[in-house]
Each structure stands twice: as structure tokens, then as C-alpha cells.
């Protein structure tokens, strides 16, 4: 599972950091084994131990040469490298993380990430990409490529790529019409986030096996009926701060293990039908919108033994609902009084 800030979390936020004490674990979990400082050939100004080699904030223009072979952390962050080429990795196969954060790339070479056998998760973050790169390693895992300049995911983008479990594509200016029929064609993602881009729905035939899906800071307008019904598996949904006004009746009885659901500012005159069917519910955003009456049937069943899990969060807050007419009893089925938050509206 790809959390929001993975093991690498310089490689998200250009912090700097010890890159030898975050890779004593791999990915089991289990001790790497520890060597002595690298004594082969390091590329001038980069600092190379423990199979660890940084070279962030270099002002490098390319991806430099004599990279020791036994890297496994490649830390190439805020440089101003502009393209990959066929050779810039040669060698390179005991390679396990890659950070490209913060660069010029515009152009990266078919046969690029080839020498890459193992390589499990490949930040690119905050380059100048159009689209995604083609033929990423087979092994790969984890694929940050957020605030990028892409504005299409063609057909088969992600063909063999059949061990991914967490794409990171936010920030791109794509559209509903970017994604061709068949562009997550074979993922088995359990993570997927797709937010600040310039989506107006649901995209249709993303990977039916995820379990976050995240589409915050959209221009989403609505949900309809068959929107969420290949999403069977998914526990925790993101849809905060779109436009959102209509959540057709019915479209959350195809998301029955929800966990956690996210509809925080967007523009919902009510609450949503449907919540006090889904027994596993625990958290429910709503603040932020204009929800104006919350009636006594509407997050909590009408019999106790439907409900497997009560909530810990429900918010209210930021919307015009006198919550002194809320009948207490609204709330039957919440863990602790203490989670549900009201607060004051103002227009």
C-alpha cells in the first residue's frame, strides 16, 4: 500500500535528508545489509555511502557518469537536468529507488530506465513531462509523477506494469478526455490519486481493485448512478474541494467497505442517501458545503445490528444547519460525542 508520504518523503517535499538511515529497511521491512563506505568512484560533488549516492541541488544539467553499480538510492532532486538518455542509468540494475524531483526533464528516451531491473519506486515529480514515460521497469511499485505538464494517458501507458500498487499523478493539467478507454489497462493499483487537475467526473475504467482513490481539487460536479460501480474494494474516497452538487441515490451502495469518505467543500445541499447502509463507514467529511438540514435517518440505521462499525468523524462544520435543532439521536450510532463537529457558519 502507497501511503501519502512514502519512505522517500524528500523526494516528495525537497527536503533534504540522511538517505543512509532511510534505507537500513527495504521493503519487507527486513535489515539491508550494511556496508562500509563506497570506495569505487563517486560523481563529483555527490556524496556516495552505503549504497546510497546524493546528488540534489547540484545544478546538474545531465544525469552524471561513474554512478557506482551497487546504488540502490539514486537522489537526483532539484538539479536542472532537462533529459534522460538511452545510457544514463547503464549498469545501474541493482537500482531500487529513484528520485528525479525537481528538474527540467522534458524528454526521456525509450531504452532510459531498461538497465533498471529492480527498480520499485520512481519519483518524477515537478518536471516538464507531456506524457508518461514509455516502457518503465516491470518491477516498478510506486510511481510519483505529480505537477507535471500532462495532458493525456494513452492506451496501454501502463502495460506491464503488472507489480504496481500506487500511482501519484496530482497536479497535471488532464482532462476526462486525457485518459483513453484502456490507459490503466492490467494495474492491480490499491492507490490512486488524481488531484488539482481538471477533471469534471469520475474518469471511467480506472483499475477496479483500488482501495484509495483520491480525486481532491477537481471541477467534479456531481456523482452518478454507475460512477463508483466498478470500485467495489475501495476504503477510503477523496472528493473534497470540487464543485459538487448531486450525489445520485444509490452511487454509494456500490462502495459498501468505505471507510473513510471525503466530500468536504463542495456545494451538497444535504446529506448524501445511502450512508447508514454502509456498515464499515467510520468517517465522513461534509464541512464546507450547503447543507442546510440533517434529519434524524441520515448517517445511522434504524437497527443497531447494521451498522459493524460506528463512526469516529463526522463533520459539519462551515454549513448554514442550526445544529441546536439536530435531534440527538441523529447521532446513535457515533463511537463518541466528541466526533461530530459542528461549529459556526458564516457566509
Known amino acids: 500500500m502507497c ?16 538517505l543512509s538511515t532511510v534505507m ?3 521493503e519487507e521491512g527486513s535489515a539491508m545489509e550494511e556496508l562500509p563506505p563506497d570506495v569505487s568512484i563517486c560523481p563529483f560533488g555527490c556524496h556516495c555511502q552505503l549504497n546510497v549516492v546524493q546528488c540534489s ?14 546504488t540502490k538510492l539514486l537522489d537526483l532532486q532539484n538539479n536542472r537536468i532537462t533529459e534522460l538518455k538511452e545510457n544514463d542509468f547503464k549498469g545501474l540494475t541493482n537500482l531500487y529507488a529513484l528520485s528525479l524531483v525537481n528538474n527540467k526533464i522534458s524528454k526521456v528516451h525509450p531504452q532510459a530506465f531498461t538497465p533498471l531491473r529492480h527498480l520499485k519506486k520512481l519519483y518524477f515529480s515537478r518536471n516538464l513531462l507531456t506524457v508518461v514515460p514509455k516502457k518503465l521497469p516491470p518491477s516498478l511499485v510506486e510511481l510519483r509523477i505529480h505537477e507535471n505538464r500532462i495532458k493525456k494517458v494513452a492506451e496501454g501507458t501502463f502495460s506491464g506494469l503488472g507489480s504496481m500498487n500506487c500511482i501519484e499523478m ?3 493539467p488532464i482532462q476526462n478526455s486525457g485518459f483513453e478507454p484502456g490507459a490503466f489497462k ?18 471511467k475504467d480506472l483499475p477496479d481493485n483500488l482501495h484509495e482513490l483520491h480525486l481532491d481539487n477537481n471541477q467534479i460536479q456531481a456523482i452518478e448512478l454507475e460512477d463508483l460501480s466498478h470500485y467495489k474494494h475501495l476504503y477510503r474516497l477523496g472528493l473534497g474541494f470540487n464543485h459538487i452538487r ?12 468505505l471507510r473513510e469518505l471525503h466530500l468536504e467543500n463542495n456545494r451538497l445541499t444535504r446529506v448524501p442517501r445511502g450512508l447508514p447502509d454502509m456498515k464499515y463507514l467510520q468517517v ?17 440505521p434504524q437497527g443497531f445490528s447494521m451498522k459493524r462499525s460506528f463512526y469516529n468523524g463526522i463533520s459539519l462544520f462551515g454549513n448554514p444547519v442550526n445544529y441546536w ?19 459556526n457558519y458564516k457566509k
Open 284 to 300: 465522513v467529511y461534509l464541512h464546507s458545503n450547503n447543507i442546510s438540514q440533517v434529519d434524524i435517518n441520515d448517517f445511522c
Open 246 to 257: 448531486m450525489i445520485e441515490n444509490g452511487s454509494l451502495s456500490y462502495v459498501a467497505n
Open 186 to 203: 492490467g494495474l492491480k493499483l490499491n492507490y490512486l490519486r488524481i488531484s488539482e487537475a481538471n477533471l469534471t467526473g469520475i474518469p
Open 3 to 18: 501511503n501519502k508520504r512514502g519512505f522517500w518523503d524528500f523526494a516528495m517535499d525537497g527536503e533534504g535528508g540522511d
Open 325 to 343: 435543532e439536530v435531534q440527538p439521536a441523529t447521532f446513535r450510532c457515533v463511537g463518541d460525542r466528541l466526533a461530530i463537529q459542528f461549529g
Open 57 to 70: 541541488d547540484l545544478s546538474l544539467t545531465a544525469v552524471p557518469r561513474d554512478i557506482p553499480r551497487d
Open 24 to 26: 537500513m529497511r527495504d
Open 170 to 172: 496530482g497536479g497535471n
